[in-house]
């Protein structure tokens, strides 16, 4: 016989009435997967402590501990902060030349403190990037010799 496991529920009959048991394992899961994608979208560490709310304060700490856990929920941060600044960052960036480790007005700065103690690395320049690209295009090209079109 298969053992079930503790985040399986098991499919009764719908027609017939839940048990108090089975009441209570769906609530105890549901919670447990709202306070997982809770964390894991970067909703603030307040709504956990909150008795009232549903995301539960231990699956917090737990998935705190977990680097990938922390990795998912710092890039989560970022990009939320990216769609709600963009119309600043993008002009940032196009007119004053800034990438987004030096705009902490808009880009949370612990996510990506966090991000580098993770393991995880930003690119702190794109210029020296795209000229290095644009550089060895053009010594690419210029070493092909020139052949002539053919139209048919």
């Known amino acids: 016989m298969q053992e079930q496991n503790e985040f399986q529920p098991s499919f009764a009959d719908p027609t017939q009435p839940m048990e108090a048991e089975e009441r209570t394992f769906y609530r105890n899961s549901t919670r447990d997967l709202v306070s997982r994608v809770a964390y894991l979208i970067g909703v603030p560490k307040r709504m956990f402590e909150n008795e009232h ?3 539960q304060l231990d699956i917090y700490d737990r998935l ?3 680097k990938n856990a922390r990795i998912i929920r710092n890039l989560c941060l970022i990009r939320t902060a990216i769609q709600r600044n963009f119309k600043y960052i993008n002009e940032g960036m196009r007119f004053e030349h800034r990438s987004i480790l030096t ?4 880009v949370p700065v612990e996510s990506i403190n966090q991000l580098e103690l993770d393991g995880v690395r930003f690119k ?3 210029s020296s990037a795209v000229f290095s690209l644009s550089s ?3 010594v ?3 070493s092909r010799p020139a ?3 053919s139209m048919p």
Request: proline share 18%; aromatic share 4%; charged share 30%.
């Open 136 to 138: 060895s295009t053009q």
């Open 64 to 66: 705190d501990k977990e």
């Open 140 to 142: 690419r090209r210029s």
């Open 53 to 55: 709310e549903p995301p």
């Open 147 to 149: 052949t002539p079109c």
């Open 124 to 126: 702190s320049s794109m």
């Open 103 to 106: 705009m902490p007005e808009y």
